[in-house]
């Protein structure tokens, strides 16, 4: 699928792995537009899961080739310009290409792909186009996380776990912050909620529920983080009520007072 790809490539996976990656790309010629979707959080990096290194190389196929980091995503999607998409169950891993049992169907109805890539792309809006250099910075981070997981794992010592644990606590607020790049909170916030309220009007706490869900490490209420000097975390609840004011200060959502309901102008 990915050689009949002529001028875009869109790749939504949660688990990507170098070797993998370099399978893959090699399908692909140079001048396609590679997008990739995944999710990038330290504890998959940590598990192997997920290579910081596999989502450089697919960064550093062209100038036009962007990485986005998206919290929640459990999709497994390609879709080659808008004439194919395959839907499936594996992730680009070894595993998922070789061992597994997995399953997916190829689509080639030009109204159903184009459907598909119209959902990716309001993924994308949720998520945060990562840059090189951000990735370069999260991959120095790969290989400590995993000789610390690997000695938590096998030593029955407390002292191993307890490194880990604090290189976790360490390194996750950088992880998360590729999710919300130089992106205000009321940004990040506010793409969810157009999100939320595409399928219709919503009261604040089915809002505040549904941005909790798609946006879990941001909608953390057991610890304080800071990024770019916002306050998530704890202070989440309040920086999505700012973001709904904002939006209706722009114009892009309106309240009802009668319903108690917001939604999408």
Known sequence: MATSARQSMVVAVPFITYAAAVWFRRQLAEDVALVTLTTIKADAVASSALDVT???HFAEL???AQVFALPNLHAKVFIADEKAAIVTSGNL???GLDTNLEYGVMLREPLLVRTIRNDMNSFV????QVSRRALGELASLEADLRQARKKADDDAELGPR???RTIMRSARPR???AQVGSRSANSVFGEAI????ARGPQPTTAIHEEVSRLLPDLCDDSEELVINSEHYGKAWKHRVRNAQQYLK?????TYYADTKTWDLK
């Open 54 to 56: 596999a989502l450089i």
């Open 62 to 64: 062209s100038d036009k």
């Open 93 to 95: 891993t070894q595993a």
């Open 125 to 128: 809006r949720l998520g945060n």
């Open 162 to 164: 307890a490194r880990f």
């Open 175 to 177: 992880f998360v912050g």
């Open 194 to 197: 157009r999100f939320v309220l």
């Open 249 to 253: 200060r722009k114009g892009a959502v």
